[in-house]
């Protein structure tokens, strides 16, 4: 295992996989994050960190963005997250999540709590 933290090369071929195998959900989420249309700050797809690929990361506020599908709500995806999240919290990253039905039928009230967590500073 490489001593990257942050997008570790070993996980660029995963990382592409995913981004080239976006889902309805992130791909309408991203419409609003990239280019920095939310709040002028940088949001990154597919980004690596530790062991796990995030949805979606901003750097500059710490603040993960994840759109989860219903393989998140059974115990092992639960669990799973849980331990992602722990992971996460100790780097002093917040990690905010949506469902993906959230995120297509409801973006305008998904992009509002994300402007509220990307004020907030770390």
């Not at 976006?22 to 249309?37: G, H, M, P, V």
């Not at 500059?60 to 995806?77: F, I, K, T």
């Amino acid at each position: 295992m490489s001593n990257h933290l942050y997008n570790d090369p070993s996980a660029k071929v995963d990382r592409c996989h995913l981004r080239k195998n976006t889902t309805d959900a992130e791909r309408e989420l991203w419409s609003i994050l990239r280019n920095r249309q939310m709040v002028g700050l940088k949001f990154f797809r597919q980004y690596s960190i530790g062991p796990y690929i995030l949805d979606f990361y901003c750097p500059e506020r710490r603040l993960a963005v994840e759109v989860d599908g219903g393989q998140h709500a059974d115990l092992h995806g639960q669990e799973h997250d849980a331990q992602r999240d722990s992971y996460l919290q100790e780097l002093n990253i917040r990690v905010i999540r949506f469902w993906n039905n959230d995120a297509l039928q409801n973006i305008g009230g998904v992009g509002q709590r994300i402007k509220e967590e990307a004020g907030k500073r770390s």
